[in-house]
């Protein structure tokens, strides 16, 4: 079963999301047949490189909300993030777009550590108050996830990869999408937001239980003529020769 997973590196929802997903899939009796892939989206292309001013000041100019209303939004994401067990500080966040980090994530896909770059990603920005715009900052997690600082720098200062980015962006459109996190199991499920980790672990047993059914398009031995399928499907089919129980046809 496969799951793919947008979500912005600067969403305080989507690291929330993320560790509730964890959980129901930790807990699923199939994880080791689970493939998770993570795919880039921007809630705010619009951010600037780097923002002079706190998260609550650009929130504040940029959605015209009176910053007390700003700071209560924190507060209440603050508190649902310390029941997952992460410590937010949003006086600590350094604004920045992005961008750039998506298009690192997508070369530590190539390197087989992307889930490892998003994690460390997250709670840099959001726990630790480091810039995810700079490219030092995003080849110092490269090092530590095991790719060449050096060589990131170098990537980073070409558009490579800008492609891949842009390409999630518009499938996440695509696929109806207006916020994230948005899970997407199998191509048959979409999963919006942050939910509580019984939704995903139902999610997870209601697509593997589907998974498992066998669809049949023609012949069911009965000696009929119409073979409908799993899903309650109505064509047509003559039966071929069988053997069954009681003998063959």
């Known amino acids: 079963m496969k799951i793919e997973i947008w979500s912005d590196i600067a969403c305080p929802w989507c690291f929330i999301g993320k560790r509730r997903f964890e959980t129901a899939l930790d807990g699923f009796a199939h994880r080791d047949d689970v493939e998770v892939e993570w795919r880039s989206y921007q809630l705010d292309p619009s951010l600037p490189d780097h ?10 100019q940029a959605k015209g909300l009176p910053a007390d209303q700003v700071r209560q939004m924190f507060d209440h994401v603050t508190a649902q993030a310390a029941g997952e067990g992460l410590d937010y500080d949003f006086d600590s966040i350094v604004v920045a777009n992005s961008f750039t980090a998506h298009r690192f994530l997508h070369l530590a896909k190539t390197r087989g550590v992307m889930s490892q770059a998003k994690e460390e990603l997250l709670s840099g920005h959001f726990e630790k108050g480091r810039n995810i715009g700079d490219v030092d900052y995003l080849a110092e997690v490269a090092q530590s996830v095991g790719i060449d600082a050096d060589e990131t720098r ?3 200062a070409t558009d490579e990869y800008t492609a891949e980015v842009k390409a999630d962006i518009a499938e ?5 999408a207006n916020g994230v996190p948005f899970f997407v199991i199998d191509r048959k499920y979409g999963i919006s937001g942050a939910q509580p980790p019984e939704v995903f672990s139902q999610a997870l047993a209601t ?17 009929s003529e119409t073979a409908t399928s799993g899903k309650g499907g109505g064509e047509t ?3 071929g020769a069988v053997c069954g129980s009681e003998g063959c046809d």
């Open 154 to 156: 170098r990537i980073l």
């Open 207 to 223: 697509a593997w239980g589907e998974s498992q059914k066998l669809t049949v398009l023609a012949g069911g031995g009965s000696g």
């Open 172 to 176: 996440a459109q695509a696929l109806g």
């Open 237 to 239: 089919f003559h039966d």
């Open 51 to 60: 923002y002079a001013g706190t998260e609550t000041e650009y929130l504040s």
